[in-house]
């Protein structure tokens, strides 16, 4: 099994113990290997009891990304990355993208709306999530959770 400093960006965040980044892309087998590298970074972070709620919002977050901003049909290797930064009582999963398109939260009247309920989601797992706007172009889209087991 690889070790999640292996993963390790020269971009991450100073104050960040640990990091780990993905390269995305836009095929069935790209949304395999995000959770499957989510599940083997938190494995390594010994993070098992986040596993299912971070596996779901690594999720949603990449198919927003090459769903809503890539060009369509995506390219082979699509500027679409994911970001795992272990906290001190938070993972934060990050995912970027070249689009400069804000997220799309629908409105909480249209239930029966088959798409766009996955920032919903997002926020119902989350401590609390946002997005950033990234120089020249594009944004980020990410989401803290706790780390901390609740008893």
Known sequence: MSSPAQF????????????????LSGSREGFAAARDFTHRTLDGWS?????????????????????????????EAGDVRLRLSLRRSHLVCAVTDPS?????????????????????????LSEHWGWTRRSPAGKTVWAMLPTRTHT
């Not at 299912?52 to 995506?74: G, I, K, Q, Y």
């Open 8 to 23: 390790r960006s020269p971009e991450s965040v100073r104050d960040s113990p640990r990091t780990a980044v993905l390269h």
């Open 47 to 75: 993070l098992e009891h986040c596993a299912d709620d971070a596996l779901t919002v690594v999720t949603e977050l990449a198919a927003n990304a090459v769903l809503h901003a890539l060009p369509d049909p995506p390219e």
């Open 100 to 124: 400069d398109d804000l997220p799309v939260y629908p409105r909480a009247g249209e239930p029966l709306l088959e798409y766009g309920r996955g920032l919903h989601i997002v926020e119902a």
